[in-house]
């Protein structure tokens, strides 16, 4: 029988802090609306929350506290708990593969603090579940976030069941395991160097899960400078599931929060699931 791609949502990811219309909400509600959830192929899971004592191994008792008194506790724990259940799922073999949808940022957060829109590191969080439930299992993080990932970088580092690739264009290297790609701009130079780079460092790697930091971000309607478009998001994906399939098993989780209009969520999310489960 053919594996399910799950998808983990919870309804307090819809962003109510956020100053501007980024919802992974809409995101969500699109990939209901297209009927997505309606087959066998595709099945949807309510996220966390993730406790406190499995996030105590990531952060510091004080940077907990922070969090609280910033109001974004409960998110932060519902949107960690989206990675886990993904992680869960697909190490499990219930699932093929996920989409987990976030609603704050994970991958600025640091052991005793965090900063652009960044509150606990999802990332790490679901790497140190993973160290205590399965054991021995390799990683490999692909960030394609327009900003360096260095919060999950630092957290990561000196696991060298961990790869770090970063697509920041800040020319990084931290050992064997962290690597920050020169980034590409526009959705043919990206997906072009993307498929010539990237595939060949996770076949080299051989992790048992590759987890797909998604910041969309790199829209041409965002912050960003990557001028990318809706339809580039889905074609990064096809590359990580084909890549998937070849190292290990079709284990992808991909990790996707609203920063850029909630538009955009409202196109790319179920596109992403239709690429997931083999549409
Ligand atoms: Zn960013
Ligand atoms: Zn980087």
Same mark, same amino acid.
């Given at each position: 029988?053919?594996?399910?791609?799950?998808?983990?949502?919870?309804?307090?990811?819809?962003?109510?802090?956020?100053?501007?219309?980024?919802?992974?909400?809409?995101?969500?509600?699109?990939?209901?609306?297209?009927?997505?959830?309606?087959?066998?192929?595709?099945?949807?899971?309510?996220?966390?929350?993730?406790?406190?004592?499995?996030?105590?191994?990531?952060?510091?008792?004080?940077?907990?506290?922070?969090?609280?008194?910033?109001?974004?506790? +409960?998110? #932060? &724990? %519902?949107?960690?708990?989206?990675?886990? /259940?993904?992680? @869960? $799922?697909?190490?499990?073999?219930? !699932?093929?593969?996920?989409?987990?949808?976030?609603?704050?940022?994970?991958?600025?957060?640091?052991?005793?603090?965090?900063?652009?829109?960044?509150?606990?590191?999802?990332?790490?969080?679901?790497?140190?579940?993973?160290?205590?439930?399965?054991?021995?299992?390799r990683?490999a993080?692909?960030?394609?976030?327009?900003?360096?990932?260095?919060?999950?970088?630092?957290?990561?580092?000196?696991? +060298?069941? #961990? &790869? %770090?690739?970063?697509?920041?264009?800040? /020319?990084?290297? @931290? $050992?064997?395991?962290?690597?920050? !790609?020169?980034?590409?701009?526009?959705?043919?130079?990206?997906?072009?160097?993307?498929?010539?780079?990237?595939?060949?460092?996770l076949d080299d790697f051989r992790p048992d899960?590759?987890?797909?930091?998604?910041?969309?971000?790199?829209?041409?309607?965002?912050?960003?400078?990557?001028?990318?478009?809706?339809?580039?998001?889905?074609?990064?994906?096809?590359?990580?599931?084909?890549?998937?399939?070849?190292v290990c098993?079709?284990?992808?989780?991909?990790?996707? /929060?609203?920063?850029?209009?909630?538009?955009?969520?409202?196109?790319?999310?179920?596109?992403?699931?239709?690429?997931?489960?083999?549409?």
């Open positions: 029988m053919m594996k399910r791609t799950g998808v983990f949502f919870h309804e307090i990811m819809r962003n109510e802090l956020a100053p501007m219309d980024m919802d992974i909400g809409k995101g969500f509600d699109a990939i209901k609306r297209e009927g997505l959830f309606d087959g066998h192929d595709v099945a949807l899971f309510e996220a966390g929350p993730v406790s406190e004592a499995l996030v105590l191994r990531v952060h510091s008792r004080e940077w907990l506290a922070e969090v609280k008194r910033e109001g974004y506790w +409960e998110v #932060a &724990l %519902h949107s960690a708990g989206a990675v886990v /259940g993904a992680f @869960d $799922g697909v190490l499990s073999g219930e !699932l093929h593969n996920a989409l987990a949808l976030v609603g704050i940022g994970g991958h600025h957060a640091h052991r005793d603090f965090a900063y652009g829109g960044c509150s606990i590191n999802h990332e790490a969080i679901a790497v140190a579940w993973a160290r205590a439930n399965h054991r021995g299992t990683f993080i692909v960030d394609t976030d327009t900003h360096h990932g260095d919060g999950t970088r630092e957290l990561l580092s000196g696991d +060298e069941n #961990a &790869l %770090h690739i970063c697509y920041c264009g800040c /020319g990084r290297g @931290d $050992g064997r395991t962290g690597i920050c !790609l020169p980034h590409a701009s526009g959705d043919d130079d990206f997906l072009r160097r993307f498929q010539a780079e990237v595939p060949p460092l899960l590759i987890l797909w930091f998604c910041g969309l971000d790199t829209h041409r309607d965002s912050y960003g400078t990557r001028k990318l478009s809706e339809g580039c998001y889905p074609g990064l994906c096809r590359i990580l599931a084909r890549t998937a399939e070849g098993q079709g284990r992808l989780v991909v990790r996707v /929060g609203c920063n850029a209009p909630s538009r955009v969520a409202a196109t790319v999310l179920p596109a992403m699931v239709r690429v997931l489960s083999g549409g």
